[in-house]
């Protein structure tokens, strides 16, 4: 490559590399495994992880016991993904089957045999400036990279209100899990981190609870499990959904699904974030007040531990949830 220089620029541009252990050896896009170096992106395309762009987060767990690595609920991501793209009309040229066949694929070929992440990224790849994009074809990554799970340690964090509103479907709709609404996210994980508190939560327009800038919420009132509804502005989770039919086969609980006012967060027994990057994760204080003894609720501790027990596969049930990867 040659670089000119520029007055304003004299010297070349920096080449900027990873180091070899920082990231996997391959990645996959639009219908190859790649080489990590090669997988590039010409600076003009602009659609590349900007304005239209979606992208999903999957997790593959692995059973301690057998060593069985386990994608989880792939299905179900590889459907919201392609919900996404269809609400963004985007034309991809891969199905979620195919997509869930790549990603056991690349976990293979980058030997990822614990717990890993899952990162699909769908963009429109002519995009070079701001246009409606239709006409755009669909260029789709998949990442994969090693993660270390919080679930069962007794991690916890101290919550907010956010200042900051959620986006609202006739706006940037939450049922897209698209870059873009992220912008709303992080104005408030800023703004929550430098007040002192570890996540924000958002309420809608309408001044409900709503959800955290990448999870889903519940708490518990009475013993009575509480999640504010889809349509109160949040994104559809897979992980609310499965942990809704957790509590009601395996903790026998009434789950209910409405509106939930912020200052039922204060009189909450136990609250706690859900989601496939927050797995579950208990809040010990909301706007200062304390949640419960400030630990683990016990009902987010056995649910805590079913959920933990059925993405390793050491709970035999829920089978359709998991497809078993072979690293053979
Ligand atoms: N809400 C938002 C805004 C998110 O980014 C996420 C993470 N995907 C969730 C909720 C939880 O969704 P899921 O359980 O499908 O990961």
Known sequence: MTVIPTAATPHPAPVITHAEEDHPAYLWRDGHILPWADANVHASSLGWSTMAAVFEGIKAYANPHTGVQWGWQFAEH??????????????????????????????????HTGDTYI???A?????????????????????TEPFSSHLRTGRTV?????????????QLSPRVKCISNYQNSRLALIEAKRNGFDQPILLNQAGKVTEGPASCLFLVRDGVMITPSLTSGVLESITRTALIRLCREELGLTVQERDVDRTELYVADEIFFCGTGAEMLPV?????FQVGD?????LTSRLEKVFHDVVRGIHPGYSNWRTPVSHA
């Open 119 to 121: 990162r699909p990224l």
């Open 284 to 288: 010990s204080s909301i706007d200062h």
């Open 158 to 170: 101290k919550s907010c209100i956010s200042t900051w509103i959620r986006v609202g479907d006739n």
């Open 294 to 298: 400030g630990g683990v609720g016990p």
């Open 78 to 111: 590889y459907q919201r993904f392609a919900q996404s793209m269809r609400l963004q009309r985007m034309r991809p040229e891969f199905t979620p089957v195919e997509l869930a066949d790549i990603s056991r694929e690349l976990l293979r070929a980058n030997g």
């Open 123 to 143: 963009w429109l790849s002519d995009v070079t400036w701001f246009t409606d994009g239709e006409s755009s074809r669909t260029s789709i990554v998949i990442i």
